[in-house]
T-cell receptor, first 114, second 111 residues
């Protein structure tokens, strides 16, 4: 079974802190994604990566950056956390199969910024 | 821009009843459609993936159909159980990477 593991289930951080969310997948997937999920807004793509050291902005990249130094690990960085970044963060990975991709998600990180 | 709509937003049924969940999308040029389940406070679990060339996909009590030309997919869950209570999301993929999600249907199965 594909396993996508996020480093924390719950995090509480202070405004202005630098925050790292880590995600690891064990299936040698090329593609990795970071989403945030908010009530009434659904899932929104922050960043994705289709290869090591490669990244592309999603729909809401402002205030975030990412790092992919190894194929299995994709990190989301909040440079200076703000209260409006309180959210559920979801990591996903996928492997292209003949142009069609199946996405697998981690268990989520509930981040609260106070 | 791809818009994905799920109706109804919430559904409550007695145990044993069949569930019918709907998903519609505005751009029919998709690569695939995926159905997910999400339990409260948890991540998404992949249920079924339908590729653009397929009309349906089945797994146990779950069956999903896809009509690309009309921009619709339906997820059927037979003989519902209280353990089926969750939020169900559909997502469509147009490119190799990006998924567009619906807002989900929250299902409650009453014992």
């Amino acid at each position: 079974d594909v396993k996508v593991t996020q480093s924390s289930r719950y995090l509480v951080k202070r405004t202005g802190e630098k925050v790292f969310l880590e995600c690891v997948q064990d299936m040698d997937h090329e593609n990795m994604f970071w989403y945030r999920q908010d009530p009434g807004l659904g899932l929104r793509l922050i960043y994705f990566s289709y290869d090591v050291k490669m990244k592309e902005k999603g729909d809401i990249p402002e205030g975030y950056s990412v790092s992919r130094e190894k194929k299995e690990r994709f990190s989301l960085i909040l440079e200076s956390a703000s209260t409006n970044q309180t959210s559920m963060y979801l990591c996903a990975s996928s492997y292209p199969r003949g142009g069609n991709t199946e996405a697998f998600f981690g268990q989520g990180t509930r981040l609260t910024v106070v | 821009k791809q818009e994905v709509t799920q109706i109804p937003a919430a559904l409550s049924v007695p145990e044993g009843e069949n569930l019918v969940l709907n998903c519609s999308f505005t751009d029919s040029a998709i690569y695939n459609l995926q159905w997910f389940r999400q339990d409260p406070g948890k991540g998404l679990t992949s249920l079924l993936l339908i590729q653009s060339s397929q009309r349906e996909q089945t797994s146990g009590r779950l069956n999903a159909s896809l009509d690309k030309s009309s921009g619709r997919s339906t997820l059927y869950i037979a003989a519902s159980q209280p353990g089926d209570s969750a939020t169900y999301l559909c997502a469509v993929s147009k490119g190799h990477y990006k998924l567009s999600f619906g807002a989900g249907t929250t299902v409650t199965v009453r014992a």
